[in-house]
């Protein structure tokens, strides 16, 4: 993998970990931006989200399916189940690195359907 995309997955493995604080002191440019519609701006609200999230997910499985890097730019698709048998998500997190830190992150998610009409399903 790239240094970018190493940084983007470990990242995403330590925030799943419970790991948040260390995550962000690790990788995340504070000064940065983020883009997520249910978070206020700025990083610090983010990392607070998540550190919400953990608690009320605290043994959710979280998958990356794949990683794309191109110059500056890291994507990852990921499944992630928060509550076996009623809460699964496909999830694509965009970010942007600068000076090998994330600068800016965009998130979009989708539920999994229990019943989809593409046997090819979303993975």
Do not use: C
Request: charge should be neutral; aromatic fraction near 10%.
């Amino acid at each position: 993998m790239g240094r970018n995309k190493d940084a983007a997955v470990g990242f995403l493995k330590m925030v799943v970990a419970g790991k948040i604080d260390e995550a962000y002191a690790k990788y995340v440019d504070m000064k940065g931006k983020h883009h997520n519609v249910f978070t206020p701006a700025g990083f610090e609200a983010l990392k607070k989200g998540m550190i919400e999230n953990e608690g009320m997910f605290p043994n959710k499985k979280f998958d990356i399916q794949r990683v794309v890097e191109e110059g500056d730019m890291v994507a990852t698709h990921s499944h992630i189940v928060l509550k076996p048998g009623e809460l699964e998500l496909g999830v694509v997190h965009w970010f942007r690195f600068k000076d090998g830190k994330i600068a800016e992150l965009w998130d979009v998610g989708q539920q999994v359907p229990k019943e989809t009409v593409n046997q090819d399903g979303m993975f």
